[in-house]
C-alpha cells in the first residue's frame, strides 16, 4: 500500500481515538461542572430557604419559576439532604415531554414538624449548553481531521517528489550510458542523504564496471604483445635456408601452440566482454541469408571432410548485434563440420525462430550436460574449448533457450528465438 | 623506386622483427618507439606507409592519426593494435586509416598488407605485379601466363596474390590459413585444403606454360621463387 494510505490510515485511527477520548473526558468533566454549577444555585436557594426559616420562623411559599421550583412536604420519615436527578413531567411548557430535573433535598424543621424541602431546576439550559459546546467541538474535530487529511495529501505529495524522481532516475539508470546520477535540488535532509549515497552507489558502479571492461581489454593487450613477438620471430627464423626438416618440424610446432594461445586469448577476451554486456548495440537482421554466407564462407572446410550438407532455411528477422550473430553461427558451424565424421552428414533447420543443427559424428567423449561448460572438449579435439560456451553466453544475454541432444545417430543442437 | 615506411611501435623486439622483414624489400624503415618521437617524424617526413601501433607508453596512436588528418598525410596509414577492438578499428578507419591489422599477425600477412597499401598509392601503372611470365592485374583481379588468362578461383587469386607480395620468403601453413581463412578455422586437419588449393593452382600455372614457382618447405610452408 502506499505511504500515504497508510500514514494517514494510521494518523486518522489515531487521532479519532485520541479526539475520542478527549472528547469524552471533556464531555464528562463538563457535565460535572456544569452540574455542579447547577447544584451551587440550589445550595443558595437552600441557604436562602433556611435562613427565611430560622428568620421568620415559617417555610417560604413554594415557588415555580420557569425552571424551577421549591416545595414543601410534610413527612414523619427521615430526611437525608442529598442532590437527585428526577424526571418530570412538565406539561405547562414542554408539551408533555418528560423532562430531566436536579433536585436537593433536604430536611427543614419548622415549630417542631419536619419538612422535605425540595427545590428543582431543570438541566435543561445545562444540557443545551452541553449539546451546544459538543457540537462545536466534534465540528472542530471533523474540520481538523479534513484540513489535516487534505493538506497532508497536497504537501506529502509535493514532499516527496525529490524522493520519487530520484526513485525515477535509479529506475532509468544505464550502465553504458555513462550518465551521472542528477543532483537534486532538496533541503530535506534525508533525501539529501539518499541523493549522496545514490549518487556515490553509482559512480562507483560506474568505475567498476569501466575498470572490469577495461581489464578485459588490457589483459589481451598484454598476452598479444608477446604473443606477437614469438610470431614474428618464428616468422623470421622459417626463412633461414639453413634449417633442416627436423628444426622446421619444431618450428611447426611453435607456430601451432602460438596460433592456439592466440584463439584462446581472443575468446576468453570475447567471452569476458560478452559476459560484461558489452555489445549493446543492435541492428535488425536475417538468419536465413546470414546462415547461407557463413556455409559459403565454410565451404572449403565442408568439402575438405566431404560433409554432406542439407539445410531448409525459411526467413528469421531478429534484432541482435550482428557481430554476437556472426560469431553464434560460426561457432556452431564450424563445431558441427569438425565434430563431423569423413563423409557425414550436416542437416540445418531453421524454422519458426527456430534452428535446429543436426551432424553425425563420433559420441561425446563426456556427459552432455557440460557440452556448453568452457574448455569443455573431446579427446582429439584441437579446438579452444570456448566455442560453444562463447554460444551460451550470447543466447544467456539474449534470453533464447538453447539445447543440445543426441538423437542417434545425429548430434542435435538447437536455438529458439525470440522475435 | 624506393619506398619509406615509419614503423611506430614501442615493443622494440617487435619492431625490430618487422624492420628485417621489410628491410629485404624496396623499403626504407625508419622507427618511431614513442609518441614524442613519432610525432617529430612525421611532422619532419612525408612516408608512403605509416604502420601504427594504437597503445603506446606515452600516448594513444589514434592522436597521432588526428594529427596526420590535420596534416593531410592521413594515407597509407595501417593501424597494429593488440586491443582488437571494434571500436579502434571502427574510429581508426573513420579518421583516415587505410587498414586494421590486430596483434599477433603473420610478418608475411603484413608484408601483403604494406604491398597493397603502397600499391594503392601509387597506382599509377604499378597495376601488374610480374613474374617472369606471369602477370596479375591487381585491379582487374586477374592472372595471365605468357598473355593467357587463366582461370582461377577466389581464394587461388588471393593465394597468388599472397605470395607474389611475399616474394622469395618462407610462409608457413598458419599464416596462408589466417590470410585466407581469417580464423582459424581448423587444426592441423584444417590445413590439407590449404594444401589443395595450393595443389590446384600450381597446376593451372604449369598447365598454362609457367614454372612452378612455388615451392614447399619441407611440409612447414611455401614460398614462390622465380
Redesign the interface.
Known sequence: MKLFTRYSRVNIIASVLALLAGSLAYYFSLHYFLIEQLDDTLKVEEAEILDHVRTKGTLPEPSSYRDQETSFALTDAPVTRAFHNIDRRSPRRHHNEIRTYRQLLFPVSVEGKVYAASVIKSEEETDDLLEMMMLITAGIILFLLILLFVAGRLLLRRIWRPFYDTLESIRRFNLSSHALFPARETNIDEFKSLDLAVGQMTQKIIRDYEMLKNFADDASHEMQTPLAIINSKLDLLIQDPALEEKHLRQLQAMYDAVSRLRQLNQSLLLLTKIENNQFTHADPVDLAPLLENKLTQLEDLIQNRQVRVHATLESCPLRVNAYLIDILLNNLLINAVRHNQHQGRLDIRLQDHVLRISNTGPVLSFGADVIFDRFTKGAHSDGTGLGLAIVRQICDNYGFALSYTYEDPLHVISIRFLP | MIMKILIVED?K??SD??H??LQQEHFICDVAGSFRSALEKIESYDYDCILLDL?LQDGNGLELLKELKRNNKADGVLILS?????EDKIAGLQLGADDYL???????ELGARVSAIIRRRHSAGSNIIRLDDTLIDTQAHTVSVKGRLLDLTR?EYQLLLYFAYNKG??I????IA?HL?A????????Y??IY??IKNLRRKLIDAGSPDLIHS?????YKLSL
Do not use: Q
Open positions: 615493443e623486439v617487435l622483427s618487422i628485417s622483414y597503445n593488440a586491443r582488437n577492438s571494434l590486430a596483434k599477433p599477425f603473420h610478418l608475411s581464394k620468403r618462407v608457413s601453413k598458419n599464416a589466417e581463412w580464423e582459424d578455422a581448423g587444426g592441423p586437419a584444417g590439407d585444403f589443395t588449393h618447405v619441407y611440409g612447414m610452408g
